[in-house]
T-cell receptor, first 119, second 114 residues
Framework: DTEVTQTPKHLVMGMTNKKSLKCEQHMGHRAMYWYKQKAKKPPELMFVYSYEKLSINESVPSRFSPECPNSSLLNLHLHALQPEDSALYLC??????????????????FGDGTRLSIL | GENVEQHPSTLSVQEGDSAVIKCTYSDSASNYFPWYKQELGKGPQLIIDIRSNVGEKKDQRIAVTLNKTAKHFSLHITETQPEDSAVYFCAASTGSSNTGKLIFGQGTTLQVKP
């Protein structure tokens, strides 16, 4: 079983809805990630949080809004999504070590994702 | 930009045979190379990783080799079993600013026939 828990497992929403995806880990990791994965494709990085601060935004449209309320939780707020946003959204975490402003590379551990469908 | 190429895209082997998946990366500053296994309906699971100061690493039936000069690394699975059937992704860290960002290969669908 994965130690990164994502809820909900499935989500269907209309283009005018507002919803949130949640991710939780209790491994003491200080770096957390959001990825988007389309069918038969590799994960694509969206956001990275390091020590609860946003460190990377891969030019993601503003209809996706991340939030890291504390070191164990990561949210992704969704608003006015498009059909092409339908995908598997994966959360990952890794032990972060702040070393001269950079993350020491540590293994990333993924949750099982939220399958999002936009009607 | 940085790129990771992965081959083959599909691989079918008989149970008990070995399977080899190869990846090539473009960023000479990459120094961390994980391999992930993704089963249907699940997230990617880290199965083995290697850092640039090591040429080979083994964990039971799984091994990874790294050739920094040629910028390629490979996953070797011996004595394959049906439960090894999954999609496998290689990845390489981007060297710039050591942000923890990974570049993934396109994936290999491995089928192990009983």
């Amino acid at each position: 079983d994965t130690e990164v828990t994502q809820t909900p497992k499935h989500l269907v929403m209309g283009m005018t809805n507002k919803k949130s995806l949640k991710c939780e880990q209790h491994m003491g990791h200080r770096a957390m990630y959001w990825y988007k994965q389309k069918a038969k494709k590799p994960p694509e990085l969206m956001f990275v949080y390091s020590y609860e601060k946003l460190s990377i935004n891969e030019s993601v449209p503003s209809r996706f809004s991340p939030e890291c309320p504390n070191s164990s939780l990561l949210n992704l707020h969704l608003h006015a999504l498009q059909p092409e946003d339908s995908a598997l959204y994966l959360c990952a975490s890794s032990p972060g070590l702040l070393l001269t402003g950079a993350l020491q590379i540590k293994p990333q551990h993924f949750g099982d994702g939220t399958r999002l469908s936009i009607l | 930009g940085e790129n990771v190429e992965q081959h083959p895209s599909t691989l079918s082997v008989q149970e008990g045979d070995s399977a080899v998946i190869k990846c090539t990366y473009s960023d000479s500053a990459s120094n961390y190379f994980p391999w992930y296994k993704q089963e249907l309906g699940k997230g990617p699971q880290l199965i083995i990783d290697i850092r640039s100061n090591v040429g080979e690493k083994k964990d039971q039936r799984i091994a990874v080799t790294l050739n920094k000069t040629a910028k390629h690394f490979s996953l070797h699975i011996t004595e394959t079993q049906p439960e090894d059937s999954a999609v496998y992704f290689c990845a390489a860290s981007t060297g710039s600013s050591n942000t923890g960002k990974l570049i993934f290969g396109q994936g290999t669908t491995l089928q192990v026939k009983p």
